[in-house]
């Protein structure tokens, strides 16, 4: 030692963040497909489209979620949230994602917890068929509190269903409700405030009204639904789709419909999830809030011609995923109704 | 009011965001390219790729160079580190940028702020012809500090070098230094321990020994290289690229010369910035440690044939960049030596 500052003082440790790599090395090289040619470790990550394919890209984070994952110490199902939100949102433009490449953010890297972040995050992309290209993990001191982190990634995916770009929607079609899995990944600093604030409740305790814990019930990952929706669109039955995040119904729907037709939605129309009786009872938040803040249980949208609709709701079920009629578009100029009996 | 609980009290400004969103909306329809196929607001951003090209992705973050940033209150320079270090990147790839998307994370939402960032971001694009796509803009309370935010960033780029990936170098290869810009992104838990720390600097006192602020040599850009080695690389003149970021030249010239050969660098064949005279001198650092973190003056390093070596440092240095021949190839086994007289 001769007084020199060095890495290490200043906070950051190479030599965990080598061991650390190693680890995740493995993790990403389990996640490689046909479409990905460099290995990891290169400076940028090497992938071949289909000639003539359109691409699509998208980013996103976790956001506030992942407190609760803090706050329960469990890692291993935000990476989940994020490739299924990436892989959805990209879905709908009829995309099917072909890379994910992370952004781990935390002030002084624990080893565990970025590894365990890192294995859903593999785990997610194997179940969509995409290859975790690579990342990059920041250890950034005086950035975060311990034991904290911030998780974005980025999908790059090919047009295999161009049918759901172009939108050819009319007066009639119906609107299939999928259901979620529970919260997803938008409102959770509602959810927060609501359970953590003003309920005073911790990770471990139980839900109201439930016999799992707050975590188990605020932490179930966002579910993707490629392979829930690949069989109907592959036989070109859904004609748009919407991913139903931060906006709710109403601030997603509108995306799609275009200026010459309403979405009637009967918001009644679906078993509502008992998390959201539960948000519902205890923020005293009126419907319009809560639609405009949640999915209540519907987590895509998928718009059908009338004469298909029986066969679509066949498939999805057949898929492992609950599926109801919530409503129907009508001639109008681009507005969404919610309504109920 | 009823008493329900609201986004709003959640911390979450929803019209701010709706507002800022349509500003920022302006800035990235101002760095669509010919790639971009899709508008501003749809679900993700779709873009075409050249037929049959290889594409290449990476992602990076910006790092604690941020925290120099907040101190300034200066937003509209970080936006180019990001864009600049994914284009370097996957530059020695040998490929050129498509698209880049964003992630910008904050506690709560300045509006300014943002718009700064993204203006950074949007400028950093266009130089670099490449489309600013879409991002992800994410309102965190409880995450980010007062006024701090965390910025990271994602390129897809398509092969238009192939020759670099392919890395055909041998013995008598000449090094070509590329003169930095500055400390570019990385080493800054470092420089702020350091000018922060123990000089106890502000962003606006004098840097020591020169006649501008701390901040204004601390917040200087990171280069981009693209444009500065087009000519050399359309004429198929350079073997391989290295681009100095964490880990230094040792960290990074290694990643590039294979397992035959060792890379030989004169740490003293070029004028050493002003910049790394003071950390050296002020951090009592050796010159092992300083060359491990920072880029000392050299930002990225070029392989080029000994007979290309005048014709190359000449098409660079006309492009408005100083550089230097630092070094050479010799037989060997994957090593770098850094020598000094």
Known sequence: MNGGLTYRDAGVDLEAARATKARLSELVRGTRTDAVSSDFGSFGGRFRATPGRELVASADGVGTKLKIAFMADRHDTVGADLVNHCVNDILVEGARPLIFMDYVACGVLNPDTVTSVVSGLAAACRANGCALLGGETAEMPDFYAPGEYDLAGFVVGEIA???????????????????????????????????????????????????????????????????????????????????????????????????????????????????????ARESGADEAELFATFNMGVGMIAVV??????????????????????GELIAGGGKVHLESA
Chains 1, 2 share one sequence.
Do not use: Q
């Open 305 to 326: 011609r009338e004469a298909d609709t029986g066969k679509v709701l066949e498939e999805i079920r057949g898929a492992g995923c609950e599926a109801f009629i919530c």
């Open 161 to 279: 269903y161009p049918k759901l770009a172009r939108r050819e929607l009319a007066p009639g079609d119906r609107l299939i409700g999928l259901a979620s899995s529970g919260i997803h990944t938008n409102g959770y600093s509602f959810v927060r405030a609501l359970f953590l604030g003003r309920l005073g409740l911790g990770a471990h305790d139980p839900f109201p009204g439930a016999e799992v814990s707050v975590s188990d019930i605020l932490l179930r990952p966002h579910r993707s639904y490629l392979s829930i929706l690949e069989r109907s669109l592959e036989a070109g039955r859904v004609r748009a789709l919407a991913h139903i995040t931060g906006g709710g119904i109403p601030g997603n729907v509108d995306r799609v419909i275009g200026g010459d037709l309403d979405a009637v939605v009967r918001s009644d129309s679906w078993p509502r999830p008992h998390e959201f009786d539960v948000i």
